[in-house]
């Protein structure tokens, strides 16, 4: 009998690790005393360098990877939850784009955000977050104030543009539901001198509904970028 207990535990750990790759998105999963492991590494500022050579191979003006003082964390708490503090030095990626420029922070190898933003409005934002393994992706297409839509939701708000800073406060709703909220504050040519980030938004997956936070803030450390 002791090698039909074991073909029934293989069978229902491979039902769960099957369940969980359908599944995608933010899962972590714990069952039948199965745990998937949870890290996170800091995105080094070389990596940030190396990629914007090749995304840029000619940059001018204010152009460049730049260097940020950081504090803040993320976490998610699906079943047993995670929790990710993000390193003391972060990035910033400035990158011309036709209209604007598009801004890339890199906080994990698993954690970014890039932010295109055209003539004090947002144009797109791409969140980037990994937990246990799973990468999300979330692209928000922007068009007008503040009307974003992605897979998955929808993101409407204030975005308030004043005094050299850039305000969205927005409101997720449609599938992923939750608040999120940016402030930058520019500096010579666009370059974000502080910004801040503050985000508390859920999905509904097969194990749940899983409710995500962040905050963040940061600092410029140097006006001089790297190239």
């Given amino acids: 009998m002791g090698w039909i207990r074991r073909r029934w535990r ?17 899962v972590a999963a714990v069952a039948a005393g199965l745990l998937l492991h949870d890290t996170s590494t800091p995105s080094s500022v070389a990596e940030a360098v190396r990629l914007f050579r090749i995304a840029v191979p000619h940059p001018a003006g204010v152009e460049g990877v730049y260097l940020y003082r950081t ?3 993320e976490s998610v708490d699906a079943l047993r939850g995670a929790h990710h ?5 972060t990035t910033i990626t400035v990158a011309r784009t036709a209209c604007g420029l598009r801004l890339t922070w890199r906080a994990l190898e698993t954690r970014s955000d890039a932010w295109t933003i055209c003539g ?6 791409d969140e980037v977050h990994t937990f246990f393994g799973s990468r999300d992706e979330t692209i928000y297409v922007c ?4 009307a974003c839509r992605s897979g998955r939701g929808r993101l409407t708000g204030t975005l308030v543009s004043k005094g050299g800073s ?14 999120e909220t940016i402030v930058w504050r520019f500096g010579h040519g666009g370059v974000p001198e502080r910004v801040t980030l503050e985000s508390s938004t859920s999905r ?14 940061l600092r410029l450390s140097s006006a ?4």
């Fill in 143 to 146: 068009h007008g104030s503040l």
């Fill in 224 to 227: 001089t970028p790297r190239r």
């Fill in 85 to 89: 503090t993000y390193p003391a030095t």
């Fill in 166 to 179: 850039l305000a969205l406060r927005g409101r997720i709703t449609g599938g992923d539901s939750g608040t």
């Fill in 204 to 217: 509904p997956l097969f194990i749940g509904r899983v409710r995500y936070r962040e905050r963040a803030e």
């Fill in 71 to 73: 504090s803040g964390e």
């Fill in 120 to 125: 004090g409005r947002i144009q797109q934002i």
């Fill in 10 to 26: 293989r069978l229902l750990v491979g039902t769960i690790v099957g369940a969980v790759v359908v599944a995608g998105g933010l």
